[in-house]
Protein backbone atom coordinates (compact mmCIF):
# COMPACT_ATOMS: atom_id res chain seq x y z
CA UNK A 1 0.00 0.00 0.00
CA UNK A 2 1.19 3.68 -0.81
CA UNK A 3 0.13 6.93 -0.35
CA UNK A 4 -1.62 9.27 -3.34
CA UNK A 5 -1.95 12.92 -3.43
CA UNK A 6 -5.13 13.12 -5.64
CA UNK A 7 -6.94 16.44 -7.40
CA UNK A 8 -10.53 16.14 -8.46
CA UNK A 9 -13.63 17.55 -9.39
CA UNK A 10 -17.11 16.80 -7.79
CA UNK A 11 -20.22 16.17 -9.33
CA UNK A 12 -20.72 20.56 -8.22
CA UNK A 13 -17.42 21.27 -10.17
CA UNK A 14 -15.89 21.85 -6.88
CA UNK A 15 -12.42 21.26 -6.81
CA UNK A 16 -11.46 18.55 -4.11
CA UNK A 17 -8.05 17.72 -2.58
CA UNK A 18 -6.47 15.03 -0.22
CA UNK A 19 -4.21 12.27 0.60
CA UNK A 20 -5.87 7.97 -0.13
CA UNK A 21 -3.98 4.90 0.54
CA UNK A 22 -4.33 2.48 -1.97
CA UNK A 23 -2.12 -0.50 -3.66
CA UNK A 24 -1.92 1.31 -7.04
CA UNK A 25 -3.04 4.67 -8.91
CA UNK A 26 -5.75 2.96 -10.75
CA UNK A 27 -7.18 2.16 -7.28
CA UNK A 28 -7.68 5.65 -6.36
CA UNK A 29 -9.05 6.72 -9.83
CA UNK A 30 -11.65 3.71 -9.09
CA UNK A 31 -12.61 5.40 -5.89
CA UNK A 32 -12.94 8.40 -6.60
CA UNK A 33 -15.06 7.34 -9.50
CA UNK A 34 -17.73 5.41 -7.04
CA UNK A 35 -17.34 8.93 -4.93
CA UNK A 36 -18.59 10.98 -8.35
CA UNK A 37 -15.37 12.54 -8.72
CA UNK A 38 -13.24 12.94 -11.91
CA UNK A 39 -9.60 13.03 -11.21
CA UNK A 40 -7.36 15.71 -12.39
CA UNK A 41 -4.25 14.71 -10.81
CA UNK A 42 -2.85 12.03 -8.65
CA UNK A 43 0.89 11.77 -7.64
CA UNK A 44 3.13 10.17 -4.95
CA UNK A 45 3.78 12.48 -2.02
CA UNK A 46 6.72 14.79 -3.19
CA UNK A 47 6.15 13.66 -6.93
CA UNK A 48 5.30 15.58 -9.83
CA UNK A 49 3.26 13.01 -11.75
CA UNK A 50 0.21 13.84 -13.34
CA UNK A 51 -2.28 11.16 -13.89
CA UNK A 52 -5.80 10.91 -14.78
CA UNK A 53 -5.58 8.02 -16.95
CA UNK A 54 -3.28 4.72 -17.37
CA UNK A 55 -1.05 6.02 -20.10
CA UNK A 56 1.93 5.80 -18.45
CA UNK A 57 3.88 7.05 -15.30
CA UNK A 58 6.76 10.01 -15.34
CA UNK A 59 8.03 8.16 -12.11
CA UNK A 60 9.44 5.08 -14.02
CA UNK A 61 11.22 7.19 -16.72
CA UNK A 62 14.42 5.62 -15.20
CA UNK A 63 13.26 1.61 -15.60
CA UNK A 64 15.82 -0.56 -16.75
CA UNK A 65 14.81 -4.21 -17.67
CA UNK A 66 17.62 -6.34 -18.91
CA UNK A 67 17.62 -8.35 -21.85
CA UNK A 68 18.04 -11.74 -19.87
CA UNK A 69 14.16 -10.28 -18.15
CA UNK A 70 12.94 -9.23 -21.40
CA UNK A 71 13.75 -12.73 -23.02
CA UNK A 72 12.26 -14.23 -20.56
CA UNK A 73 8.92 -12.33 -20.67
CA UNK A 74 8.92 -12.93 -24.27
CA UNK A 75 9.18 -16.89 -23.85
CA UNK A 76 6.41 -17.27 -21.96
CA UNK A 77 4.12 -14.75 -23.57
CA UNK A 78 4.68 -17.01 -26.33
CA UNK A 79 3.67 -19.59 -24.24
CA UNK A 80 0.54 -18.29 -22.82
CA UNK A 81 -0.36 -17.13 -26.43
CA UNK A 82 0.45 -20.38 -27.65
CA UNK A 83 -2.37 -22.30 -24.89
CA UNK A 84 -4.90 -19.91 -26.10
CA UNK A 85 -4.88 -17.20 -23.60
CA UNK A 86 -5.75 -13.70 -24.25
CA UNK A 87 -3.25 -10.97 -24.57
CA UNK A 88 -4.83 -9.22 -21.06
CA UNK A 89 -4.73 -12.45 -19.14
CA UNK A 90 -1.76 -13.41 -20.02
CA UNK A 91 -0.17 -10.33 -19.06
CA UNK A 92 -1.86 -10.86 -15.65
CA UNK A 93 -0.38 -13.95 -15.25
CA UNK A 94 3.39 -12.80 -16.33
CA UNK A 95 2.85 -10.06 -13.91
CA UNK A 96 1.53 -12.43 -10.87
CA UNK A 97 4.35 -14.26 -11.35
CA UNK A 98 7.02 -11.38 -11.15
CA UNK A 99 6.96 -10.35 -7.91
CA UNK A 100 7.61 -6.55 -7.29
CA UNK A 101 10.63 -4.60 -9.25
CA UNK A 102 10.35 -2.76 -12.37
CA UNK A 103 9.49 -5.06 -15.11
CA UNK A 104 5.89 -6.05 -12.66
CA UNK A 105 5.65 -2.06 -12.60
CA UNK A 106 5.68 -1.92 -16.25
CA UNK A 107 3.63 -5.22 -16.73
CA UNK A 108 0.97 -3.92 -14.79
CA UNK A 109 0.61 -0.36 -16.62
CA UNK A 110 0.48 -2.58 -19.82
CA UNK A 111 -2.52 -4.72 -18.45
CA UNK A 112 -4.64 -1.83 -17.72
CA UNK A 113 -3.74 -0.25 -21.23
CA UNK A 114 -4.48 -3.15 -22.93
CA UNK A 115 -7.72 -3.91 -20.72
CA UNK A 116 -8.63 0.06 -21.98
CA UNK A 117 -8.70 -1.38 -25.40
CA UNK A 118 -4.85 -0.42 -26.12
CA UNK A 119 -2.84 -2.13 -28.75
CA UNK A 120 -0.40 -4.51 -27.04
CA UNK A 121 2.94 -2.47 -29.47
CA UNK A 122 0.98 1.11 -28.75
CA UNK A 123 1.65 0.20 -24.86
CA UNK A 124 4.53 -0.99 -25.02
CA UNK A 125 5.67 2.09 -27.60
CA UNK A 126 5.64 4.45 -24.53
CA UNK A 127 8.18 2.63 -22.22
CA UNK A 128 11.12 2.77 -24.96
CA UNK A 129 13.90 2.43 -22.17
CA UNK A 130 12.11 -1.39 -21.58
CA UNK A 131 10.94 -2.08 -24.98
CA UNK A 132 13.29 -1.43 -27.78
CA UNK A 133 11.96 0.12 -31.12
CA UNK A 134 13.08 -3.17 -32.56
CA UNK A 135 10.50 -5.25 -30.08
CA UNK A 136 8.16 -2.57 -30.49
CA UNK A 137 7.62 -2.92 -34.41
CA UNK A 138 7.71 -6.05 -34.52
CA UNK A 139 4.88 -6.22 -32.04
CA UNK A 140 2.93 -4.21 -34.00
CA UNK A 141 3.64 -6.06 -37.60
CA UNK A 142 2.06 -9.24 -35.69
CA UNK A 143 -0.78 -7.86 -34.41
CA UNK A 144 -1.61 -6.09 -37.71
CA UNK A 145 -1.12 -9.40 -39.14
CA UNK A 146 -2.63 -11.65 -37.02
CA UNK A 147 0.58 -13.78 -36.04
CA UNK A 148 1.49 -11.84 -32.59
CA UNK A 149 2.38 -15.84 -31.25
CA UNK A 150 4.79 -16.21 -34.09
CA UNK A 151 6.71 -13.11 -34.26
CA UNK A 152 6.98 -13.51 -30.12
CA UNK A 153 9.22 -17.24 -30.95
CA UNK A 154 10.91 -14.83 -34.05
CA UNK A 155 11.76 -12.08 -31.26
CA UNK A 156 12.53 -15.23 -28.54
CA UNK A 157 15.09 -16.59 -31.04
CA UNK A 158 15.98 -12.72 -32.00
CA UNK A 159 16.81 -12.12 -28.28
CA UNK A 160 18.81 -15.66 -27.30
CA UNK A 161 21.02 -15.76 -30.35
CA UNK A 162 22.01 -11.80 -29.44
CA UNK A 163 22.12 -12.60 -25.48
CA UNK A 164 24.45 -15.92 -26.49
CA UNK A 165 26.70 -14.10 -28.57
CA UNK A 166 27.41 -11.04 -26.06
CA UNK A 167 28.01 -14.11 -23.35
CA UNK A 168 30.21 -15.80 -25.29
CA UNK A 169 32.56 -12.68 -26.03
CA UNK A 170 32.42 -11.58 -22.44
CA UNK A 171 33.33 -15.58 -21.53
CA UNK A 172 36.25 -15.28 -23.92
CA UNK A 173 37.81 -11.72 -22.75
CA UNK A 174 37.60 -12.60 -19.00
CA UNK A 175 40.72 -14.67 -18.37
CA UNK A 176 42.82 -12.57 -20.41
CA UNK A 177 41.57 -9.28 -18.26
CA UNK A 178 41.95 -11.08 -14.93
CA UNK A 179 45.69 -12.00 -16.50
CA UNK A 180 46.33 -8.53 -17.73
CA UNK A 181 45.28 -7.12 -14.04
CA UNK A 182 47.19 -9.59 -12.54
CA UNK A 183 50.17 -8.92 -14.40
CA UNK A 184 49.72 -5.16 -14.12
CA UNK A 185 49.31 -5.29 -10.28
CA UNK A 186 52.36 -7.88 -9.97
CA UNK A 187 54.59 -5.16 -11.84
CA UNK A 188 53.30 -2.10 -9.91
CA UNK A 189 54.28 -4.01 -6.75
CA UNK A 190 57.55 -4.81 -8.10
CA UNK A 191 59.06 -1.40 -8.86
CA UNK A 192 57.28 0.11 -6.33
CA UNK A 193 58.00 -2.02 -3.20
CA UNK A 194 60.35 -4.85 -3.99
CA UNK A 195 63.24 -3.16 -6.15
CA UNK A 196 63.75 0.04 -3.23
CA UNK A 197 64.51 -2.18 -1.14
CA UNK A 198 67.45 -3.52 -3.26
CA UNK A 199 68.57 -0.25 -3.87
CA UNK A 200 68.93 0.61 -0.50
CA UNK A 201 71.54 -2.56 -0.72
CA UNK A 202 73.42 -0.61 -3.37
CA UNK A 203 73.35 2.58 -2.12
CA UNK A 204 77.11 2.92 -1.20
CA UNK A 205 78.41 1.22 -4.65
CA UNK A 206 76.25 3.37 -7.02
CA UNK A 207 79.08 4.07 -9.37
CA UNK A 208 79.95 0.58 -9.68
CA UNK A 209 76.37 -1.13 -10.43
CA UNK A 210 75.68 -2.09 -14.43
CA UNK A 211 74.00 0.22 -16.36
CA UNK A 212 70.78 -2.38 -16.83
CA UNK A 213 70.89 -2.03 -12.77
CA UNK A 214 70.76 1.61 -12.86
CA UNK A 215 67.83 1.72 -15.17
CA UNK A 216 65.77 -0.56 -13.46
CA UNK A 217 66.49 1.55 -9.75
CA UNK A 218 66.09 4.57 -11.73
CA UNK A 219 62.69 3.36 -12.87
CA UNK A 220 62.07 2.34 -9.66
CA UNK A 221 62.89 5.43 -7.89
CA UNK A 222 60.96 7.79 -10.50
CA UNK A 223 57.53 5.22 -10.00
CA UNK A 224 57.71 5.41 -6.40
CA UNK A 225 57.95 9.11 -6.48
CA UNK A 226 56.15 10.07 -9.29
CA UNK A 227 53.52 7.46 -9.96
CA UNK A 228 50.56 9.89 -8.38
CA UNK A 229 51.19 11.65 -11.09
CA UNK A 230 51.12 9.29 -13.96
CA UNK A 231 48.58 7.75 -12.40
CA UNK A 232 46.60 11.17 -12.48
CA UNK A 233 47.47 12.56 -15.93
CA UNK A 234 46.58 9.05 -16.91
CA UNK A 235 43.18 9.22 -15.50
CA UNK A 236 42.69 12.48 -16.67
CA UNK A 237 43.42 11.54 -20.38
CA UNK A 238 41.01 8.65 -19.95
CA UNK A 239 38.11 10.94 -18.72
CA UNK A 240 38.99 13.43 -21.71
CA UNK A 241 38.51 10.47 -24.38
CA UNK A 242 35.47 9.42 -23.17
CA UNK A 243 33.71 12.49 -22.89
CA UNK A 244 35.22 13.65 -26.37
CA UNK A 245 33.84 10.10 -27.76
CA UNK A 246 30.42 11.07 -26.36
CA UNK A 247 30.31 14.32 -28.41
CA UNK A 248 29.13 13.72 -32.13
CA UNK A 249 32.64 14.42 -33.11
CA UNK A 250 34.58 12.29 -31.22
CA UNK A 251 32.19 9.27 -31.93
CA UNK A 252 32.50 9.90 -35.58
CA UNK A 253 36.17 9.62 -35.26
CA UNK A 254 36.35 6.72 -32.56
CA UNK A 255 33.53 4.62 -34.98
CA UNK A 256 35.75 4.86 -38.12
CA UNK A 257 39.46 4.67 -36.21
CA UNK A 258 37.98 1.36 -34.47
CA UNK A 259 37.23 -0.26 -38.06
CA UNK A 260 40.46 0.03 -38.84
CA UNK A 261 42.60 -1.30 -35.98
CA UNK A 262 44.30 -4.28 -36.69
CA UNK A 263 42.62 -7.78 -35.23
CA UNK A 264 40.02 -5.70 -33.10
CA UNK A 265 38.62 -3.73 -36.95
CA UNK A 266 37.99 -7.27 -38.41
CA UNK A 267 36.06 -8.58 -35.53
CA UNK A 268 33.72 -5.34 -35.07
CA UNK A 269 32.94 -5.59 -38.52
CA UNK A 270 31.73 -9.10 -38.27
CA UNK A 271 30.04 -8.29 -34.82
CA UNK A 272 27.82 -5.24 -36.54
CA UNK A 273 27.71 -7.59 -39.86
CA UNK A 274 26.01 -10.36 -37.59
CA UNK A 275 24.02 -8.11 -35.56
CA UNK A 276 22.85 -6.30 -38.57
CA UNK A 277 21.78 -9.45 -40.25
CA UNK A 278 19.82 -10.97 -37.14
CA UNK A 279 18.11 -8.01 -37.05
CA UNK A 280 16.55 -7.71 -40.47
CA UNK A 281 16.30 -11.33 -40.77
CA UNK A 282 13.75 -11.26 -37.64
CA UNK A 283 11.96 -7.76 -38.67
CA UNK A 284 10.95 -9.13 -41.80
CA UNK A 285 10.23 -12.22 -40.43
CA UNK A 286 7.79 -10.88 -38.32
CA UNK A 287 6.52 -9.13 -41.12
CA UNK A 288 7.76 -5.57 -41.04
CA UNK A 289 8.11 -3.84 -44.39
CA UNK A 290 11.46 -3.36 -45.93
CA UNK A 291 12.14 0.09 -45.48
CA UNK A 292 10.54 0.15 -42.41
CA UNK A 293 13.27 -2.53 -41.14
CA UNK A 294 15.62 -0.61 -42.66
CA UNK A 295 15.05 2.72 -40.52
CA UNK A 296 14.86 0.12 -37.17
CA UNK A 297 17.95 -1.65 -37.87
CA UNK A 298 20.07 1.68 -38.21
CA UNK A 299 19.11 2.68 -34.22
CA UNK A 300 20.29 -1.22 -33.50
CA UNK A 301 23.87 -1.12 -35.34
CA UNK A 302 26.36 0.54 -32.73
CA UNK A 303 28.55 1.83 -35.58
CA UNK A 304 27.63 5.26 -37.07
CA UNK A 305 29.65 4.36 -39.76
CA UNK A 306 27.52 1.01 -40.86
CA UNK A 307 24.49 3.09 -39.50
CA UNK A 308 24.85 5.70 -41.97
CA UNK A 309 25.32 3.45 -45.02
CA UNK A 310 22.22 1.73 -43.91
CA UNK A 311 20.55 4.89 -44.11
CA UNK A 312 21.86 5.30 -47.85
CA UNK A 313 20.83 1.53 -48.70
CA UNK A 314 17.17 2.59 -47.04
CA UNK A 315 17.16 5.62 -49.77
CA UNK A 316 18.04 3.42 -52.57
CA UNK A 317 15.83 0.76 -51.67
CA UNK A 318 12.92 3.87 -51.61
CA UNK A 319 14.07 4.28 -55.43
CA UNK A 320 13.38 0.68 -56.10
CA UNK A 321 16.99 -0.40 -56.20
CA UNK A 322 18.64 -3.71 -54.72
CA UNK A 323 20.21 -3.70 -51.21
CA UNK A 324 23.39 -6.08 -51.83
CA UNK A 325 24.72 -3.05 -54.13
CA UNK A 326 24.30 -0.07 -51.69
CA UNK A 327 25.68 -1.94 -49.37
CA UNK A 328 28.98 -3.08 -51.29
CA UNK A 329 29.27 0.62 -52.53
CA UNK A 330 29.84 1.47 -48.80
CA UNK A 331 32.98 -0.90 -48.30
CA UNK A 332 31.98 -1.88 -44.73
CA UNK A 333 30.04 -4.74 -44.81
CA UNK A 334 32.55 -8.03 -45.85
CA UNK A 335 32.35 -9.35 -49.42
CA UNK A 336 30.53 -12.79 -48.28
CA UNK A 337 28.04 -10.88 -47.05
CA UNK A 338 27.38 -9.37 -49.67
CA UNK A 339 27.11 -12.33 -52.15
CA UNK A 340 24.75 -14.10 -49.30
CA UNK A 341 22.62 -11.09 -49.57
CA UNK A 342 22.25 -10.81 -53.23
CA UNK A 343 21.80 -14.15 -53.77
CA UNK A 344 18.82 -14.05 -51.24
CA UNK A 345 17.26 -11.07 -53.00
CA UNK A 346 17.79 -12.54 -56.52
CA UNK A 347 15.86 -16.09 -55.03
CA UNK A 348 13.20 -14.25 -52.90
CA UNK A 349 14.55 -15.47 -49.68
CA UNK A 350 16.10 -13.03 -48.19
CA UNK A 351 14.79 -13.08 -45.05
CA UNK A 352 16.35 -17.19 -44.61
CA UNK A 353 19.77 -15.75 -46.13
CA UNK A 354 20.53 -12.89 -43.72
CA UNK A 355 19.44 -15.27 -41.29
CA UNK A 356 22.04 -17.65 -42.57
CA UNK A 357 24.59 -14.56 -42.44
CA UNK A 358 24.05 -13.90 -39.42
CA UNK A 359 24.55 -17.32 -38.05
CA UNK A 360 27.57 -17.78 -40.00
CA UNK A 361 29.27 -14.43 -38.73
CA UNK A 362 28.52 -15.31 -35.28
CA UNK A 363 30.47 -18.15 -35.57
CA UNK A 364 32.99 -16.08 -37.31
CA UNK A 365 33.06 -13.40 -34.10
CA UNK A 366 33.25 -16.60 -31.23
CA UNK A 367 36.16 -18.08 -33.66
CA UNK A 368 38.03 -14.75 -34.06
CA UNK A 369 37.43 -13.91 -30.48
CA UNK A 370 38.58 -17.08 -29.52
CA UNK A 371 41.93 -16.80 -31.80
CA UNK A 372 42.48 -13.29 -29.82
CA UNK A 373 42.30 -14.66 -26.60
CA UNK A 374 44.77 -17.31 -27.89
CA UNK A 375 47.38 -14.73 -28.59
CA UNK A 376 46.59 -11.99 -25.93
CA UNK A 377 47.47 -14.91 -23.23
CA UNK A 378 51.05 -15.74 -24.10
CA UNK A 379 51.99 -12.47 -25.19
CA UNK A 380 50.62 -10.64 -21.62
CA UNK A 381 52.52 -14.01 -20.20
CA UNK A 382 55.52 -13.45 -22.37
CA UNK A 383 55.42 -9.69 -21.47
CA UNK A 384 55.36 -10.28 -17.88
CA UNK A 385 58.07 -12.83 -17.72
CA UNK A 386 60.32 -10.58 -19.41
CA UNK A 387 59.93 -7.83 -17.40
CA UNK A 388 60.62 -9.74 -14.74
CA UNK A 389 63.37 -11.56 -16.00
CA UNK A 390 65.02 -8.15 -17.04
CA UNK A 391 64.47 -7.05 -13.43
CA UNK A 392 66.35 -10.47 -11.45
CA UNK A 393 69.11 -10.38 -14.16
CA UNK A 394 69.78 -6.57 -13.30
CA UNK A 395 69.77 -7.59 -9.83
CA UNK A 396 71.96 -11.06 -10.15
CA UNK A 397 74.48 -8.70 -12.18
CA UNK A 398 74.61 -5.81 -9.08
CA UNK A 399 75.32 -8.57 -6.88
CA UNK A 400 77.97 -10.27 -9.19
CA UNK A 401 79.51 -6.55 -9.19
CA UNK A 402 79.87 -5.93 -5.92
CA UNK A 403 81.49 -9.20 -5.05
CA UNK A 404 84.07 -7.91 -7.89
CA UNK A 405 84.84 -4.88 -6.29
CA UNK A 406 87.98 -4.49 -4.02
CA UNK A 407 87.85 -4.02 -0.43
Known amino acids: ??????????????????????????????????????????????????????????????????????????QELSTLLGAGLPIDRS????????????????LGILLEAVRAGKSLAASMGEHPEVFPKLYVNMIRAGEAGGILEGVLRYLTDYLEGTLALKEDVKSALI????????????????????????????????KALPWITKVVIGLSQALAEYGWIVLLLFIVGVTGAVFYIRTPEGRNEWDRVSL?????????????????????????????PLLEALGTVQGVVGNRLLARAIS???VRVREGKGMARPLGESGLFPPLALNMIA??????????????????????????????????EPLLILGMGLVIGVVVISMLLAIFSINDLPF
Request: proline fraction near 2%; include cysteine; charged fraction near 20%.
Open 1 to 74: MAFFQYRAADHAGKIVEGVMEAEAEQSVISRLHEMGCIPLRIAVPGDRTVAGSTQGLAGFSKRKVSQQQLLQFT
Open 175 to 206: YPMILATAAGVSLIVLFVYVIPRFSAIFKDVS
Open 343 to 376: VGEETGKLEGMLAEVAGFYDQEVKRTTKRLTSLL
Open 260 to 288: RLWLVGDLLRKFETARFARTLSALLKGGV
Open 91 to 106: LSILGNLIEGGEFGKV
Open 312 to 314: QVQ
